[in-house]
């Protein structure tokens, strides 16, 4: 038999398109978060990604300490909070406001919708050394922080002792906040709008804010305002809108009827697809085959696939942290968008199979274990 020409460029064609979508994943679970520092924080807001419909942000809902055991957090079915009777868990609080019962409006109100909004941001704390009537010195290499590697090039800039040196490591990063900097910001934004765009790199105005408190239950935040224009250099212009995240792709909702089973139990996942008590370590995806850590985990050969490029639905180190709007504890929330084609397995089952394998190793070394052959005891009459 001869070779299909025509079916071989075509499959050809389809992995090509395959690899490029896995690839695209990929960089989106790249995202970085920006997480508020106890004191003074100064944000540049950025312009939107072309996808974004022109909003320099996106809303979510946010739902938690569901299920059963009230431990389970999940993204809301309604992304702007217009249709709830959408989300199956929204019908459910408005059901236990109905019944007027104390008991089932506390159990209403710590499991309803927490409205989020997703901008992305530039670290521009440095600004807050600055005298009020001191230019603004802006590095022209600022979002171009060299790779660990090259050494020589952060030497020749001085990277270790800039000021800027967090901020451009940091890059464009996602900034994930409540209702209670979300509406002062509004507020000043409905003062400055008709005027000028505050997101505009070449002439735009950074945001202040203050925290105080270091978790959720003390947290406060206070003299949120915009501050005077800063103009970026243009070489840092270009790389701003080079590096923007496409934010409608982040944390996009789970279907209903998976968003019942989390409220069910049938799955006792939290929003990152892990299942409690079965936790894929933090490292996973960093195999070293000269580590000996890494060739004791359970979880050592999905660890070194992963390593080698199939991706897998665990999040990376750099998930965002709410730490404000109500929210009773922080929790983790996993950028990487829901997708549904023939070649890619769900996030449960990917999740199940690592679990499986992890297991299968587990039981493969206590049976090896048990199988040993004890060593020789010595001769208690030798010296």
């Not at 970085?32 to 974004?52: R, T, W």
């Not at 909702?253 to 079965?278: F, H, N, S, Y």
């Amino acid at each position: 038999m001869v070779t299909n020409i025509k079916k071989l460029k075509s499959f050809i064609k389809n992995h090509k398109e395959e690899e490029a979508k896995k690839e695209e994943r990929k960089n989106q679970n790249s995202i970085n978060f920006y997480q508020n520092k106890v004191g003074k924080n100064a944000l540049f807001l950025c312009p939107p990604h072309e996808n974004m419909e022109g909003l320099p942000f996106v809303l979510r809902g946010k739902h938690r300490n569901c299920g059963p055991e009230g431990k389970t957090d999940f993204m809301c079915a309604s992304c702007d909070g217009k249709n709830l009777k959408a989300c199956p868990q929204c019908v459910e609080v408005r059901e236990l406001y109905d019944t007027g019962r104390e008991r089932d409006k506390k159990k209403a109100s710590k499991i309803r919708r927490n409205q989020r909004f997703y901008w992305q941001v530039i670290d521009t704390s440095p600004i807050l050394e600055v005298e009020k009537d001191e230019k603004i010195i802006i590095p022209d290499c600022l979002l171009d922080f060299p790779a660990e590697e090259d050494t020589k090039k952060r030497k020749e800039r001085g990277c270790k002792t800039c000021s800027w040196a967090e901020s451009c490591e940091g890059g464009v990063r996602a900034w994930s906040i409540g209702k209670k900097i979300q509406e002062p910001i509004l507020d000043e934004l409905d003062d400055l709008l008709d005027d000028e765009d505050v997101t505009n790199p070449k002439v735009g105005r950074p945001i202040f804010l203050r925290r105080k408190g270091e978790d959720a239950t003390t947290t406060e935040y206070s003299g949120i305002k915009f501050m005077r224009p800063i103009s970026f250099p243009k070489e840092v212009v270009d790389r701003i809108y080079g590096q923007l995240n496409d934010l409608s792709q982040v944390s996009i909702p789970k279907e209903p009827d998976k968003i019942r089973d989390l409220m069910t139990g049938v799955q006792t996942e939290d929003a990152e697809g892990a299942t409690e008590g079965d936790d894929i370590p933090k490292c996973f995806g960093k195999y070293d085959e000269d580590e000996d850590e890494c060739l004791k985990c359970d979880f050592c050969e999905p660890c070194e696939v992963e390593s080698k490029g199939i991706s897998s639905s665990k999040p990376k180190a750099n998930e965002e942290i709410d730490d404000d709007d109500n929210d009773l504890a922080p929790a983790h929330e996993d950028p990487d968008p829901e997708t549904n084609t023939d070649s890619d397995l769900e996030d449960d089952e990917l999740e199940n199979q690592l679990k499986n394998l992890a297991r299968k190793r587990q039981a493969e070394r206590q049976a090896a274990k048990n199988n040993r052959t004890p060593a020789p005891k010595p001769d208690e009459d030798d010296d």
